[in-house]
Structure formats: C-alpha cells, structure tokens
C-alpha cells in the first residue's frame, strides 16, 4: 500500500505540474497573439493613411492570421494530422465502398463508376485503395465489417489530434482523448455518408450526360460537391473544437475559406499533384503515389488549420470591439 501510495503521488505530482505547463504555455501563446494583433492593427492604419480609398478593413485580420501559424506551431499539427489522415482515409473509402455494394447491388457498372468517382476526389488516392475498393465492392460484407472497425478507430485518432489542434488555435483547454474519439466517430461517420452521397450524385450526373445536358450535369455536380463539403467541414469545426462560447456561426468565415481552398486543390489535384505522382510513380513505382497522396493530405490539412485560424480570430475580434 506505500509503495502504491508513493507512484499515486508522483503520478497526481507529474499532472500537476504539467497543467501548470499547459497554462502557462496558453498565457504565452494569448500574449503573443495580442502583440500580432497590435502590430496588425497599425499595420491597417497606415496602409489606410497611405491609401485612404482602398477597402482596408480585412488588411489587419489577414495578417493576424498569417503570423499565428508560428504561435500555434501549426507546421507540427499539420504533420501529425496528414499522417493521421493517410491512416483514415482508406478504411472510410473501403466501409463507403461495402455500403456502395449494397446500394448498386444487381449494378456492377454503377457501383465501379461510383468507385472511381470517389477516387478522383484526392490525387494519388487511385495507386492506393482503387484494387481494394472494388473488391469492397464484390465482398461487401466482410470488408463492410473489417472497414467498420477501421473507420471508428483511425477516424477516431485523427479527431483526437484535430481536436487538441483546434483547442489551441481557438485558445480553449483541450478536453482529452475519450471526448475526441467518440466525436471522432460521427465525423467519420458523416464522411461515410458524404462518400455514398458523392456516388449516388455520379449517378444523376450520369443520367444528365445521356440525356445531352452535360453543361447542367456539369452545374450540378459542382453545387452538389460543393454544398456537401460546406456542411461535413462546419459540422467537423464545431463538433472538434473544445471549450464552451463557440458557436456554429463562428465557424462560417473558416468554413468557406476551407471549402474555397478543397476545390482548389482538388482542381489543382489534377495538374500540378499528377504530374508529380506520375513522375515519382516512374522513379519508385506504386509508392510514387503515396507521396503524391501525403503531399496532397499536407496541403488539405493545413488549409483546414488555417480556416479554423480565420475563425478564431475574427470571433476574437468581434468579441473584443466595443459594443
């Protein structure tokens, strides 16, 4: 019973002093961030003194943003969380596949063109998962099963980094990994959803093009990709970010940057990331792709730490203007 006394206490020892890191870590980011924001702020009043009639209002809040990534360390949790969503993504495209199966059952030619509609979506992705999605397709109740269990355990870890990230940009304690896991689920389960959606939009979309109105197939897939991404990347930012006064409309501004930057990329996915992994598929083979994917990822999640800097510091801002 000592002995077992004495590692409680150090244990309580070590927690305490790592909270009184942790907060002291937290008072320096916060002062850090008011110095970027002073610095913004006479920033914008000269530029405007310069040129009083140019539109200067959104000079002060852009160039907070651009300074806070080097407070918030945003190059690390941009690494850790590519890493976790290279881990991620592939068990949600073989359970989204094994539900496919079920939907386009009797459809084998529907079920592989939603298969690689939704491969198109993340450059490199194809020389990964495309073999193994189609047989998701095929063996729908055994790979449904082991994609489950895949999907709620690495969407699960990847919440749980976005969620302590997210808890630093938006200077709010971050509440622990069992909170994240479990909000890790529904999010997962959400992309799930998005990707079913995705394929049964391939099949309107099909429907269109036979008919000759591929100009309006063309309008619709845009809106309909668009508008999914919009409400998966608002429900993701609110449910992972920790802490009590954020609301969903604080969230907006960094919802649609992000949605901006996603269909940039992906249209970017196309020319600049193809050209990369056909050329480092020649050198290194299926590998060649993987590093097309991570650079990819890299790129799709530091948007999505930046959306959420954008956020955080116009609710600061608009929380601190006088009433």
């Known amino acids: 019973m000592g002995r077992l006394r004495k590692v409680r206490s150090a244990v309580q020892a070590q927690q305490a002093e790592q909270a009184e890191l942790d907060a002291l870590e937290r008072q320096q980011r916060q002062r850090l961030s008011m110095v970027v924001r002073t610095r913004a702020d006479e920033h914008q009043r000269l530029l405007h003194r310069r040129f009083p009639r140019l539109p200067?209002?959104?000079?002060?809040?852009?160039?907070?943003?651009?300074?806070?990534?080097?407070?918030?360390?945003?190059?690390?949790?941009a690494g850790a969380l590519a890493y976790g969503s290279f881990l991620a993504?592939?068990?949600?495209?073989l359970f989204a596949s094994s539900v496919l199966g079920f939907v386009f059952a009797g459809h084998p030619?529907?079920?592989?063109?939603?298969?690689?509609?939704?491969v198109k979506v993340v450059p490199g992705l194809g020389s990964v998962v495309t073999a193994e999605m189609q047989a998701a397709v095929a063996g729908r109740v055994t790979l449904g099963v082991i994609g489950l269990f895949g999907l709620l355990w690495t969407a699960s870890g990847f919440a749980s980094r976005l969620?302590?990230?997210l808890?630093?940009?938006?200077?709010?304690?971050?509440?622990?990994?069992?909170?994240?896991?479990?909000r890790g689920t529904v999010i997962g389960l959400l992309m799930v959803a998005v990707f079913v959606?995705?394929?049964?939009?391939?099949?309107?979309?099909?429907?269109?093009?036979?008919?000759?109105?591929?100009?309006?197939?063309a309008i619709f897939q845009f809106a309909a990709f668009a508008g999914g991404c919009f409400v998966l990347f608002l429900a993701t930012y609110r449910l992972l970010t920790?802490?009590?006064?954020?609301?969903?409309?604080?969230?907006?501004?960094?919802?649609?940057?992000?949605t901006v930057a996603w269909l940039v990329l992906t249209v970017l996915g196309g020319v600049v990331y193809a050209q990369l992994i056909q050329k480092s598929t020649v050198l290194y083979g299926t590998i060649g792709g993987i590093f097309g994917f991570l650079a990819f990822l890299y790129a799709t999640v530091w948007s999505l730490l930046i959306g959420a800097e954008l956020s955080a510091v116009l609710?600061?801002?608009?929380?601190?203007a006088p009433r």
């Open 163 to 165: 969620r302590h990230a």
């Open 242 to 258: 920790p802490g009590k006064g954020i609301t969903l409309r604080d969230h907006v501004p960094g919802t649609v940057a992000f």
């Open 315 to 320: 609710m600061s801002r608009r929380k601190a």
């Open 109 to 118: 030619q529907a079920a592989q063109d939603a298969v690689n509609e939704l």
């Open 89 to 93: 993504v592939p068990p949600l495209l």
């Open 56 to 77: 200067y209002r959104f000079v002060a809040p852009v160039a907070e943003v651009a300074a806070r990534p080097r407070i918030d360390d945003l190059g690390t949790h």
């Open 167 to 182: 808890g630093v940009i938006f200077r709010t304690q971050w509440v622990g990994l069992l909170t994240g896991r479990l």
């Open 197 to 217: 959606a995705l394929a049964g939009f391939t099949a309107i979309e099909a429907e269109l093009v036979s008919g000759h109105r591929a100009t309006l197939a």
